[in-house]
T-cell receptor
């Protein structure tokens, strides 16, 4: 049973560019959340997708957008990259019915470096 | 004020020792509480939920104090494998993570 998979694992971009990160949730999970984790910090909630719609959003600008596909996989897009966007981007999956348990299954993340 | 605040540590303890640390949260309406563990350069994983009455899972004990708005984690008989960053997580409408407390267990 595959867990949460993310791609790419590492990438380097320059300021102003755009990036797309991808996530496949754990088998059977229908909800995907995206987090940004800067060095030495905890994961910060970006947004959550369920039934192909953004259901909740954290304090991130509109440059951060996402999508969920019918197969529950998801993409995170970041436009007009800034140096401060350099971070580990974590995808987490869960069942919407299980959100109250607090158990998120995280992927290993995509490490983005913006030069 | 941050939603979730933790002492970053590091807590350096010998094997077999007991280590405990707290986390405070700002929103009194928070509903659920958890501890996650994150190993170096790995993804976070759920360690345990925190219940109002306190709960144990093997060598790990979690406590919640709603009046003072803090939760705690105690690790007894520390093992080398307990070395990790422990993330305090609070749920209102979403899960909010603290910055983590680093624990290093030495032989």
């Amino acid at each position: 049973d595959a867990g949460v998979t993310q791609s790419p694992t590492h990438l380097i971009k320059t300021r102003g560019q755009q990036v797309t990160l991808r996530c496949s949730p754990k088998s059977g999970h229908d909800t995907v959340s995206w987090y940004q984790q800067a060095l030495g910090q905890g994961p910060q909630f970006i947004f959550q997708y369920y039934e192909e719609e953004e259901r909740q959003r954290g304090n991130f600008p509109d440059r951060f957008s996402g999508h969920q596909f019918p197969n529950y996989s998801s993409e995170l897009n970041v436009n007009a990259l800034l140096l401060g966007d350099s971070a580990l981007y974590l995808c987490a999956s869960s069942l919407v019915t299980g959100l109250n348990t607090g158990e998120l299954f995280f992927g290993e993340g995509s490490r983005l470096t913006v030069l | 004020r941050k939603e979730v605040e933790q002492d970053p540590g590091p807590f350096n303890v010998p094997e077999g020792a007991t280590v405990a640390f707290n986390c405070t949260y700002s929103n009194s309406a928070s509903q659920s509480f958890f501890w996650y563990r994150q190993d170096c350069r790995k993804e976070p994983k759920l360690l345990m939920s925190v219940y109002s009455s306190g709960n144990e899972d093997g060598r790990f004990t979690a406590q919640l104090n709603r009046a003072s708005q803090y939760i705690s984690l105690l690790i007894r008989d520390s093992k080398l494998s307990d070395s990790a960053t422990y993330l305090c997580v609070v749920k209102r409408n979403k899960l909010s993570f603290g910055a983590g407390t680093t624990v290093t267990v030495r032989a």
